[in-house]
Structures are given as C-alpha cells and as structure tokens.
C-alpha cells in the first residue's frame, strides 16, 4: 500500500524559497546551514502560513560522511515528549516498493525528548551517509543518506501526546508508527476513525536546500 501524504511529499519546489532565508555555507571540508524553524500543517505539507510562523532556530552541518543537526524551538505542547525526523530528499531508487512519487527517498529518526514547561526544547542528532538506522516505519520509505552535500533536508517535529508511564521510551526513540493504515499514525484529521485514532502529528519545521 502506498503511503498518503501527510509527512511524505515532494518538497523541491517548496526548499527553495523556504531555505533562501538559510544562512551561507563555508566551502571547506564540511559546510554549515542555518535557518528558521517553523510551524507546519502536516495535512497540507506546508508552512502553517505565508509567510512562515518563526518558533525556532536550527543548523545543519554536512561532511563527507554525513550530516549533524541541531534543532532548538519554542510553542511545542509543554512535558509532552516530541521526537525530530530526517526526511531526506535526493534521487530516489525507484525500485523500492515503499516508494510513490511526490515520497522522499528516506524518514529516519533524529533525535527526541521531553519539552520543557514553558513549552521550549533544544534537539541534536546525526546521520551518517548510507545509514538506515530508525526508520520511520515498515512502509516507509528508508533508502537512507545517499549524499549528504547535496540532498535537500527537511527536519520535522513530530508530537507523541502526553507522556505515558512505561512507554516513554518508545515514545522518545521512535514514531510509533504502527497501524496498517499508515494514515492513521499522521495526523488525527487524516484519520476518521475514533478508535484508532491517536494524538500523533508533525507540527514544526524546518528546511535544508542541497548545496
């Protein structure tokens, strides 16, 4: 089954005027982006508005063996747990049968924890080029890190509602991704059913052109 929208869609058009606000890069053996972070409408695939919401600052730095991220922002839901997801734009291998076009080629976890009480968290994590490690979910696309200088990046924050005894860890470590029905593990709106619906969503972002 291939995978609705929500979090998977072709960003190329969308990297451009987005990351035009990033900060230079250094030409040297690895190179460093800075840019805003946003708030996001998982639904649509875009800037919750025109122009973007600000909440947030985060960098991207890329070597020859991968890429390093941190990721620091304000108006998340407070003591909630959030996790950051890699999702990787370059030449995709069309073979994969998780793959549809308008899909990144690859959504890997970034990093994750517990908000701060007045709503603000700073995140870091790295992936190294070819990596397949965290995947989002079993039909997802994972094709991993193909060239880390020139894959454009979007890092998104996605919610795991309030915080559970017992599962936190899954909850800072993974997506939970795990319905049949992929939709169902996006957003709430995306998913119809009150039984299987749970408070998950990408809700901030921000975007890395290739350089």
Request: proline share 9%; aromatic share 6%.
């Amino acid at each position: 089954m291939k995978i609705a929208a929500g979090i998977a869609v072709a960003l190329t058009a969308l990297a451009l005027p987005l990351a035009a606000g990033a900060g230079p890069t250094v030409k040297q053996a690895t190179t460093k982006q800075t840019t805003t972070v946003f708030l996001w409408n998982d639904l649509t695939a875009k800037p919750t508005t025109n122009p973007p919401t600000v909440v947030g600052k985060a960098s991207l730095v890329r070597s020859d063996s991968g890429i390093a991220m941190t990721f620091r922002t304000t108006r998340l839901p407070a003591g909630e747990p959030i996790t950051i997801w890699w999702i990787i734009l370059e030449q995709c291998d069309k073979s994969d049968p998780t793959w549809a076009e308008g899909m990144p080629c690859s959504a890997q976890f970034a990093s994750g924890r517990l908000v701060n009480k007045n709503g603000t968290a700073a995140f870091s994590g790295r992936l190294a080029e070819g990596s397949r490690a965290g995947c989002f979910a079993p039909k997802f696309p994972c094709q991993g890190l193909k060239d880390p200088a020139t894959a454009t990046v979007l890092l998104l924050a996605r919610t795991h509602g309030p915080k559970i005894p017992g599962k936190l860890h899954d909850q800072l470590r993974g997506s939970e991704a795990v319905s049949k029905d992929p939709k169902a593990d996006l957003c709430p709106a995306m998913n119809k059913d009150p039984l299987t619906r749970r408070p998950f969503c990408q809700i901030q972002a921000a975007l890395f052109a290739g350089t």
